[in-house]
Every structure is written in C-alpha cells, then in structure tokens.
C-alpha cells in the first residue's frame, strides 16, 4: 500500500541548479504536504525556537508554540537554558500560560503538581488522598518535565524535537569554523533591539528571499548605494546552509562619526566584509564587524510566519540613540521584504506554476535551500517505507 | 475557624499566595487531627515551593515527619 498518498514529485528539484525547479506548490499551500515536510525539515534537524534573551535572567519562563506543540523554554535556577514540553505529566494541562519568573517551583494550575525549573517533579499534592502526597505508583522519578533536545549557538536556541539528529556541532561544522572569529562574547542590545514582523507566507520563502543578493538592486534600492549587488558573494554548501557575504559592509555612524565597538580579533577582511547566512531550516543569521542579528522564523501554519529579529554588540553599553537607530535601519530592510514574500505565497496558488526556475548565476544559494529541503523529505519517506 | 476560612477564601480571590502559606499554615495550627493538619500543610507547602518561599523548607520537614511526602 503506497504511504505517501500526497506525495510530490522532488526528482526536478534537486537537479543542478541550471536545470532545477523550485519545490513544488504543495510544499507552500497543501496542509497534508506541509504535515510530511514538518516532520522532515523542521522537527528532525536542529530547528531555531527563540534567543537566550528571551529569558535573560535565572528562573524566566516563556511558553513557545512550535507547529502547534506547547514549549516552556527555561533558563533553570543555575542559569542554563532548557526546553520542555509545557504539560504536566498527571493529566497534561498546559503548565505555564504567559511569560514569567519562576520564583520557585512551576505550579500545574489544576492539581498543583510541582516542578523544578530543571524539570523535575518535586511535589504531587494529595496524590494518594487527602494530605497524602505520595502514591507507591507515582514515582517521581519518572515523572520529570519531558525535556526536549536544544542546543545554544550564537544565543539562539535550536531544538531537535525527534531527538535522534546528530549532534548540532557535528551537523553544523562548517559554519561554526567559518564564523569562529565571531566566538567573542555577545551582548543582546536590550528592549530597543528586538522586534518582530508577521509574514502571511510560508516560512520556506523568508529563508530563500534571504538567501541571495539577486533582489537587492530591485527590493532594496536604498542599499544600492553602498551595497551594490556586484559587491556580494554566494555562500553555498550542499546539504549544510546558504547566504551570501557582501564586501562593502559600511558601518552605521552616530554624532562625530561614531560607530559601535567591533567585536575583537577580527580578521582585516572584515573590516569592510559581513555575512548573512540562512542556517537551515529556520534561522537567519548576520555577522559584522560590530555587530550581528538573528532571525528566528516561527513557522504558525503552512501560511503564515512570525520573524523575531534580535540584534548584539560587541559591548554590553553602546548608545542608545544609535541601537535605535540601526534597529530602524534592519526594520525598514526586512519590511522591504515582506511583499515579495507575501507575493510569492499568493503565486503559489497558481496550478501551472511549475516551481520556477532559477539563476544559475544568481539563484545558487536559493536552489541550495530546495535542494536541502527536497533531500530531507526524500529521506524521511525512505525511512517511513524501510 | 469560620473567620480564617473566610480569610483564605479572600486570599484565594485576590491570588495572594504569599497570603496563602501563612493562612493553610494557621489552619493546620488550629486542628489536632493529622489528617487534617497535614491536609492544611500540603496547601502551605505547595504555595510556598512554587514561591520559593522561606518556609518551604518547615513545611516539608513538618510534613516529612508524618510520612506524608
């Protein structure tokens, strides 16, 4: 019996990027292809969930929801970050609803149940009656928050939900050397440096609009003149992740001509060079002398996307007035970007779209996302039928 | 007794479970009967795990020593 009854054909897609379509339009606008795909790209990899500054101080809690799944991500009472799944293990009520500081234990709102900020469970209240609180069959032990795999990079939080990916540092070598220079110390610009931005789009396109610099010239004409299209490079690598890099990066300056502190031991080509990478399949990221942004793509549904964008310095103090001014800057960039997102979701509704063909000159970094994401359903339906 | 439960069921109302370690706590004061102190202890400890209140640690001892956690 076939067990991909929707299954889409992805054999054009990971042709050579001269010869290759794009991913099918199931892949943007049919719920049952999006279901498939979620397993395979966004919950068997390493997917981006939220930054560490979400939770900046010991005990913070912050319920996320990933592709419907209740998450608590926690930053436990000796300061490391943890993922969990928001339910109680008695009768799985939703446990914390609104961010807040867990003073001591999260209390379960309907019998009370307690956990430690590490998960584990402390106290099962009346349990075995009346001012019994144990049970010889409840043991606790047991019992603890279901922990879900994350990893911290560069202060974002991937997890892995299926929790039989490859280590992250393993899965993303490459791109940890490549940007080594950038291990320094990291500091979140606080309140005036985070925003987000809803997309009614798939999350894919986000990823392939970041991808590469063809749009520049037309989306962002204003970054023509100090960031012309022939100043930019691919970055491309097979089944791993894609950008591009820029080599008139320009910083921003304030009063008499200040500019934020760089971040240390940086090479000279980074003077005037800067890379944006997609970190596949769900985070964009920016390195630059003086400062660096994450993109984390919330994917809500097949259509619709929330992009939460965060933005560091090399130092915990810079100005105020020029944070605020290069949030503006990023904003006004990534809101540029909306409508051909937007656009491309709308087009993917047309039934003769055939996925689209791509620049071979200027496409590569785009077809290396198709490809990847071709490649991971290819592998998942292969496990589903071993 | 008619009086603390009134002022637990307010406490209760306005969510003051600060309130609410110190009330149970009085409750289980107030009674001799084990079960029942120890029906009383639970809600004090409770509120005060979740707090990381101070008698947290009294609580669990008194509870402890009745075999009830």
């Known amino acids: 019996m076939a067990k991909h009854l929707t299954a889409t054909d992805l054999s054009s897609v ?43 101080n010991n005990g913070d809690a912050k319920p996320i929801s990933f592709l419907g799944m209740p998450l608590l991500l926690l930053r436990d009472k000796d300061g490391d970050l943890r993922v969990f799944e928001n339910i109680c293990r008695h009768r799985g009520m939703q446990l914390v609803s609104e961010a807040q500081n867990i003073e001591g234990a999260i209390r379960c709102p309907y019998h009370s149940w307690c956990y430690s900020t590490k998960g584990k469970l402390v106290s099962t209240p009346h349990v075995g009656g009346a001012g019994q609180n144990t049970h010889p069959s409840i043991v606790k032990d047991d019992l603890g928050l279901n922990e879900v795999r994350s990893h911290l990079w560069r202060d974002v939080i991937f997890i892995n939900i299926t929790g039989d990916a490859p280590e992250f540092t393993e899965v993303h070598r490459d791109l940890i050397a490549r940007w080594s220079e950038f291990d320094s110390p990291m500091y979140h610009g606080g309140h005036d440096s985070k925003f987000e931005l809803e997309l009614m789009a798939n999350y894919k396109l986000a990823v392939e609009n970041y991808c590469e610099s063809y749009h520049l010239p037309w989306v962002h004409p204003g970054l023509n003149s100090y960031s012309r299209l022939e100043d930019h490079y691919h970055i491309q690598e097979p ?8 080599l008139v990066y320009k910083q921003l300056q304030g009063p008499d001509d200040a500019v934020f502190p760089d971040f240390r031991g940086l090479d000279e080509k980074w003077n005037t060079g800067a890379e944006y990478v997609a970190i596949y399949p769900n985070v964009l990221l920016g390195a630059q002398r003086d400062h660096c942004f994450s993109i984390v793509l919330q994917p809500n549904t097949l259509n619709s996307t929330t992009e939460h964008i965060h933005l560091y310095y090399a130092e915990p103090k810079t100005s105020e007035d020029m944070r605020s001014r ?45 490809a990847w994401v071709a490649g991971k359903v290819q592998e998942h339906r292969d496990k589903q039928d071993a | 007794m008619s009086d603390l439960n009134d002022t637990i069921l307010a406490a209760h109302a306005r969510d003051d479970r600060r309130a609410l370690v110190s009330l149970y706590t009085q409750a289980a004061d107030q009674t001799n009967d084990i079960n029942t102190v ?9 509120y005060a795990l979740e707090l990381g209140h101070p008698d947290a640690d009294a609580l669990y001892a008194r509870l402890d020593a009745h075999g009830r956690v």
Not at chain 1, 239 to 246: D, R, W
Request: charged share 20%; glycine share 10%; with cysteine.
């Open chain 1, 14 to 56: 990971q042709r050579s990027v001269e010869q290759a379509n794009g991913l099918p339009n199931a892949h943007y606008i049919d719920p049952q292809v999006f279901s498939e795909e979620a397993e395979a790209v966004l919950k068997c990899t390493w997917a981006g969930l939220a930054v560490g500054a979400d939770v900046p």
């Open chain 1, 326 to 370: 290069n949030a503006h800057l990023w904003k006004t960039v990534f809101e540029e970007d909306i409508f051909v997102v937007e656009g491309m979701q709308k087009g993917r509704h047309s039934p003769l779209f055939d996925g689209g063909r791509f620049s071979p000159a200027m496409d590569g970094p785009t077809h290396n996302f198709h």
């Open chain 1, 239 to 246: 089944n791993k992740y894609s950008g591009q890099g820029t």
């Open chain 2, 38 to 46: 120890c029906f009383f202890l639970t809600y004090a400890y409770i």
